[in-house]
Nanobody, 124 residues
Framework: QVQLAESGGGLVQAGGSLRLSCAAS????????IAWFRQAPGKEREFVAG????????DYLVDVKGRFTISKDNTKNTVDLRMNTLKPEDTAVYYC?????????????????WGQGTQVTVST
């Protein structure tokens, strides 16, 4: 059973930076994709960034390309999301999730393990 724990959320002013971290345990994820999703109030959960653990490939939501960077640490079993130049529209609960396969999918239904989420609030 894979377990995920997110950390690093908080309140930041527009233009600022945050780093989210997802710690994975329980095994069974090192051949799969790990991704970050976010969900703002009244909106659907959306894909933000993903990384294939075994392939090392990455993918990003168009709106965050050039601002966010996803990376993994094989020794610590963590996946980080570095977020720069944050905007108020980035405000959401951010979740990390483990996918069903090695290729990066952008739909939540392709992910079967989820963390509890961490709140990111960007003020004007």
């Amino acid at each position: 059973q894979v377990q995920l724990a997110e950390s690093g959320g908080g309140l930041v002013q527009a233009g600022g930076s945050l780093r989210l971290s997802c710690a994975a345990s329980g095994g069974g994820f090192t051949r799969n994709t790990i991704a970050w999703f976010r969900q703002a109030p009244g909106k659907e959960r959306e894909f933000v960034a993903g990384i294939s653990w075994i392939l090392g490939t990455t993918d990003y939501l168009v709106d965050v390309k050039g601002r966010f960077t996803i990376s993994k640490d094989n020794t610590k079993n963590t996946v980080d999301l570095r977020m720069n130049t944050l905007k108020p529209e980035d405000t959401a609960v951010y979740y990390c999730a483990v996918g069903r396969g090695v290729l990066i999918a952008v739909v939540p239904s392709e992910y079967n393990y989820w963390g509890q989420g961490t709140q990111v609030t960007v003020s004007t």
